[in-house]
């Protein structure tokens, strides 16, 4: 009892001193997974066998339904031209400047309006059509059926119908061809016509408008005596000036007439008042007068007109005594008596006519002081005369700039509208930018193409979503797809891998994969466990037997194969090994190992044989194998009281090593029972079927029972198994003893 003791106390000393967390880190594994190219197409290379095998059937039955559910229908379509840029004759309007393809598209939509398929439903033939007799809202009908597209070409729009009866789809998409035509196509036409009678109304009443004002200028420049502005205001300028002149001439007036007033008060002081027919005093007169014009002079009165005339009249009267030696010349005569009447009016006595040169009795006499007053009076005329003139040529004036202003203006709009509408005019016989090419015709055939893609399509998508189904499913399944996962995802240390016989092929999958060669993959595999047993060795003590189990998350994850291997691997170091199959739900290791399932070890447990009597011989040197028998629930309850610690010890008593296959962890409670009781445990997992959650939460079960859990080993981990076959590639010396366990291996 004491050595039992001390030798549980040793064991569990050297399960605390086991960690099964890679390189001694107590590290947890990564948490979160994110969703990668590499990780879907991973997925995808472990279920495309089963992706494709069911996708296409699937694939091939829905494009059968799809074929026989769409029916292949006749189509009849008309073809419409659409030019690149609007058509033009020689100018280019503004609204011609439309980008192709907005063009196009509002086209397409113009088709499909209601006021273009109302009118074609207008036509008798086409509504007692017998594809529009069972429809209950033919527009609604008709603008879902159409097809308007542009697969011939981009400038070639395309309007076709579907149905049964191939001379109503013609007679349809043709209805509906021209009543689009008159519509919208002809109807821009007729909707320049009508911009252009707009312009030409506003152009009617601009040019009017001009024409009135251009009237009311030629009036004014008429009144003015000139169009222009400029001259105008010369004249004004001119009249201005004579208005000055006058002004002067009245003061000049005024001043002599004041003097006028002044020497008729100094006659009589000087004795001067002149007599009828006295000639001294005539004389006297004429004297008075030159002393009033000296005395204007000297005054600073410029010389009168009279005198300037008398002085002229002088000067003929002597060319002519000069020229003429008859003094009762007529002419000369004629002079004198100019003479005497000027020298009569600077008197201020005898007949004074109204004007220079008219006859004595033709105008009423006076003085010359009387004639003044009445030079004043016509000068007042006059002048007021010329002020009212300047007056009212500058308010012309003032009119005639307005004018001129408001009509520019016009005259540049009017200028404006009639270029544009002389390029209208000439625009109006452009050819139509949208034209038909083609009508539609009867269809002779039924078209099956759209069924065609149907089919196709629905084939496609039931393949693709199998696919893209069964690849998300296994992405979500969260396998281990490599032996890097183990460490990193789980949290394992990878005490060792098993070469998978599969060479994985063109991407992983299979295709094209060469020929494998089982006795090449019989010594990897043999190489594989020798590594795994070196790695053993490092935590076993020489001097003790030691007990190894072997289970997994899930089955077929490879328990059996690892601990049938690790047997054999132990067994070829010379040491005693027994192979015990504890797996009493689903025993298979008596069919690796070639022997009996019972009697085994239930037999053994319920008391009905000896360990002598379970145990089975192999083929391989120093390997005993003890199968699982008929388990019974009497063995459960063996199993649960001690937890197999009995049956360990006595096997430990006769074997060097005790391997233990066992069933899944997570679905029975017989390996954690056996599991508190072992030296080591190792756990197999298998890539691209193992699942991480699951081969977590078994870590975790076992790590909470404190058990010396020391890794884990993948079986199938990696397909290039070449490179593990370096050592068996040479012949060596002990080749009897390798064929020996290479065929104890193949067996298992």
Same mark, same amino acid.
């Given at each position: 009892?004491?050595?039992?003791?001390?030798?549980?106390?040793?064991?569990?000393?050297?399960?605390?001193?086991?960690?099964?967390?890679?390189?001694?880190?107590?590290? /947890?594994?990564?948490?979160?997974?994110?969703?990668? =190219?590499?990780?879907?197409?991973?997925?995808?290379?472990?279920?495309?066998?089963?992706?494709?095998?069911?996708?296409?059937?699937?694939?091939?039955?829905?494009?059968?339904?799809?074929?026989?559910?769409?029916?292949?229908?006749?189509?009849?379509?008309?073809?419409?031209?659409?030019?690149?840029?609007?058509?033009?004759?020689?100018?280019?309007?503004?609204?011609?400047?439309?980008?192709?393809?907005?063009?196009?598209?509002?086209?397409?939509?113009?088709?499909? =309006?209601?006021?273009?398929?109302?009118?074609?439903?207008?036509?008798?033939?086409?509504?007692?059509?017998?594809?529009?007799?069972?429809?209950?809202?033919?527009? =609604?009908?008709?603008?879902?059926?159409?097809?308007?597209?542009?697969?011939?070409?981009?400038?070639?729009?395309?309007?076709?119908?579907?149905?049964?009866?191939?001379?109503?789809?013609?007679?349809?998409?043709?209805?509906?061809?021209?009543?689009?035509?008159?519509?919208?196509?002809?109807?821009?036409?007729?909707?320049?016509?009508?911009?252009?009678?707009?312009?030409?109304?506003?152009?009617?009443?601009?040019?009017?408008?001009?024409?009135?004002?251009?009237?009311?200028?030629?009036?004014?420049?008429?009144?003015?005596?000139?169009?222009?502005?400029?001259?105008?205001?010369?004249?004004?300028?001119?009249?201005?000036?004579?208005?000055?002149?006058?002004?002067?001439?009245?003061?000049?007036?005024?001043?002599?007439?004041?003097?006028?007033?002044?020497?008729?008060?100094?006659?009589?002081?000087?004795?001067?008042?002149?007599?009828?027919?006295?000639?001294?005093?005539?004389?006297?007169?004429?004297?008075? $007068?030159?002393?009033?014009?000296?005395?204007?002079?000297?005054? $600073?009165?410029?010389?009168?007109?009279?005198?300037?005339?008398?002085?002229?009249?002088?000067?003929?009267?002597?060319?002519?005594?000069?020229?003429?030696?008859?003094?009762?010349?007529?002419?000369?005569?004629?002079?004198?008596?100019?003479?005497?009447?000027?020298?009569?009016?600077?008197?201020?006595?005898?007949?004074?006519?109204?004007?220079?040169?008219?006859?004595?009795?033709?105008?009423?006499?006076?003085?010359?002081?009387?004639?003044?007053?009445?030079?004043?009076?016509?000068?007042?005329?006059?002048?007021?005369?010329?002020?009212?003139?300047?007056?009212?040529?500058?308010?012309?004036?003032?009119?005639?700039?307005?004018?001129?202003?408001?009509?520019?203006?016009?005259?540049?709009?009017?200028?404006?509208?009639?270029?544009?509408?002389?390029?209208?005019?000439?625009?109006?016989?452009?050819?139509?930018?949208?034209?038909?090419?083609?009508?539609?015709?009867?269809?002779?055939?039924?078209?099956?193409?759209?069924?065609?893609?149907?089919?196709?399509?629905?084939?496609?998508?039931?393949?693709?979503?199998?696919?893209?189904?069964?690849?998300?499913?296994?992405?979500?399944?969260?396998?281990?797809?490599?032996?890097?996962?183990?460490?990193?995802?789980?949290?394992?240390?990878?005490?060792?891998?098993?070469?998978?016989?599969?060479?994985?092929?063109?991407?992983?999958?299979?295709?094209?994969?060469?020929?494998?060669?089982?006795?090449?993959?019989?010594?990897?595999?043999?190489?594989?466990?020798?590594?795994?047993?070196?790695?053993?060795?490092?935590?076993?003590?020489?001097?003790?037997?030691?007990?190894?189990?072997?289970?997994?998350?899930?089955?077929?994850?490879?328990?059996?194969?690892?601990?049938?291997?690790?047997?054999?691997?132990?067994?070829?170091?010379?040491?005693?090994?027994?192979?015990?199959?504890?797996?009493?739900?689903?025993?298979?290791?008596?069919?690796?190992?070639?022997?009996?399932?019972?009697?085994?070890?239930?037999?053994?447990?319920?008391?009905?044989?000896?360990?002598?009597?379970?145990?089975?011989?192999?083929?391989?040197?120093?390997?005993?194998?003890?199968?699982?028998?008929?388990?019974?629930?009497?063995?459960?309850?063996?199993?649960?009281?001690?937890?197999?610690?009995?049956?360990?010890?006595?096997?430990?008593?006769?074997?060097?090593? %005790?391997?233990?296959?066992?069933?899944?962890?997570?679905? %029975?409670?017989?390996?954690?029972?056996?599991?508190?009781?072992?030296?080591?445990?190792?756990?197999?997992?298998?890539?691209?079927?193992?699942?991480?959650?699951?081969?977590?939460?078994?870590?975790?079960?076992?790590?909470?029972?404190? %058990?010396?859990?020391? $890794?884990?080993?993948?079986?199938?981990?990696?397909?290039?198994?070449?490179?593990? =076959?370096?050592?068996?590639? /040479?012949?060596?010396?002990?080749?009897?003893?390798?064929?020996?366990?290479?065929?104890?291996?193949?067996?298992?």
């Amino acid at each position: 009892m004491r050595s039992q003791g001390t030798e549980t106390k040793n064991a569990a000393a050297a399960a605390s001193r086991i960690s099964s967390r890679p390189d001694n880190h107590a590290g /947890q594994p990564v948490a979160g997974r994110e969703l990668t =190219t590499v990780g879907l197409l991973t997925a995808f290379r472990r279920k495309w066998v089963p992706a494709v095998a069911l996708g296409f059937p699937a694939a091939l039955l829905v494009s059968a339904v799809i074929w026989e559910l769409v029916p292949a229908r006749y189509e009849s379509y008309a073809l419409l031209k659409i030019q690149q840029f609007e058509q033009v004759q020689a100018f280019d309007t503004k609204e011609r400047h439309t980008e192709f393809l907005t063009y196009r598209d509002t086209q397409k939509a113009y088709l499909r =309006t209601v006021g273009v398929l109302t009118a074609a439903l207008r036509n008798p033939e086409v509504a007692q059509t017998r594809t529009l007799k069972s429809v209950d809202h033919p527009v =609604t009908w008709l603008s879902k059926s159409l097809l308007v597209d542009e697969e011939v070409s981009p400038e070639f729009l395309r309007v076709g119908l579907a149905g049964e009866y191939p001379r109503d789809l013609a007679l349809i998409v043709n209805a509906v061809k021209d009543s689009y035509l008159n519509e919208v196509v002809y109807n821009e036409r007729n909707e320049r016509i009508r911009r252009l009678s707009s312009l030409e109304d506003s152009f009617t009443l601009l040019d009017t408008r001009v024409r009135r004002a251009q009237e009311n200028i030629d009036k004014l420049a008429e009144n003015l005596g000139t169009g222009d502005s400029r001259v105008a205001i010369l004249n004004q300028g001119l009249i201005q000036q004579q208005l000055m002149d006058l002004q002067k001439d009245m003061r000049e007036i005024n001043g002599r007439i004041r003097a006028e007033e002044a020497a008729r008060r100094s006659l009589p002081d000087n004795g001067l008042l002149p007599s009828q027919g006295n000639a001294d005093g005539l004389r006297g007169l004429a004297v008075a $007068g030159a002393a009033v014009a000296h005395s204007d002079a000297t005054a $600073g009165f410029p010389t009168t007109n009279v005198q300037r005339e008398l002085l002229l009249l002088r000067q003929r009267i002597v060319q002519f005594e000069t020229q003429l030696r008859n003094p009762d010349h007529p002419d000369l005569q004629a002079l004198r008596r100019q003479e005497q009447q000027l020298l009569a009016l600077m008197s201020g006595v005898g007949e004074i006519p109204t004007a220079v040169g008219t006859a004595p009795g033709s105008a009423p006499t006076g003085s010359r002081f009387d004639w003044l007053i009445r030079q004043r009076e016509t000068l007042q005329k006059e002048i007021e005369m010329q002020g009212a003139l300047l007056r009212d040529m500058g308010a012309r004036i003032v009119e005639l700039e307005r004018e001129k202003r408001e009509i520019e203006q016009d005259i540049r709009t009017r200028d404006e509208l009639a270029r544009e509408l002389a390029e209208r005019r000439v625009e109006l016989n452009a050819p139509e930018r949208i034209t038909v090419a083609q009508d539609a015709y009867v269809p002779e055939a039924r078209e099956i193409r759209r069924k065609t893609q149907y089919a196709l399509m629905s084939a496609l998508a039931t393949l693709g979503s199998i696919i893209c189904g069964f690849t998300l499913f296994e992405w979500f399944s969260h396998r281990v797809g490599a032996a890097t996962d183990v460490s990193s995802e789980i949290g394992l240390r990878l005490v060792g891998t098993i070469p998978s016989p599969d060479r994985g092929g063109l991407l992983g999958l299979g295709i094209f994969a060469g020929r494998v060669d089982y006795d090449e993959w019989n010594r990897a595999v043999t190489e594989s466990m020798d590594v795994v047993r070196t790695f053993l060795m490092r935590h076993i003590e020489p001097s003790r037997p030691a007990s190894i189990l072997i289970t997994s998350a899930s089955a077929n994850e490879g328990k059996t194969t690892v601990s049938c291997q690790l047997a054999a691997s132990l067994a070829r170091t010379g040491k005693r090994v027994a192979l015990v199959d504890c797996d009493f739900r689903r025993p298979s290791a008596h069919l690796m190992i070639e022997g009996q399932q019972s009697p085994g070890l239930s037999e053994f447990l319920r008391g009905e044989a000896t360990l002598d009597e379970v145990r089975q011989p192999t083929q391989s040197s120093g390997l005993t194998f003890i199968g699982a028998g008929q388990i019974d629930q009497r063995v459960l309850q063996v199993l649960s009281v001690d937890g197999g610690r009995n049956l360990i010890q006595q096997l430990k008593s006769r074997y060097d090593f %005790v391997i233990m296959d066992t069933s899944p962890l997570l679905f %029975v409670a017989e390996p954690s029972m056996l599991a508190q009781n072992a030296d080591i445990v190792l756990m197999s997992t298998r890539r691209d079927y193992s699942r991480v959650p699951y081969v977590a939460q078994a870590r975790d079960s076992l790590r909470s029972l404190q %058990v010396p859990l020391l $890794g884990a080993i993948m079986v199938g981990a990696d397909s290039d198994f070449q490179r593990q =076959t370096y050592g068996y590639q /040479q012949q060596v010396v002990g080749l009897a003893r390798d064929n020996r366990a290479g065929a104890v291996s193949g067996r298992i």
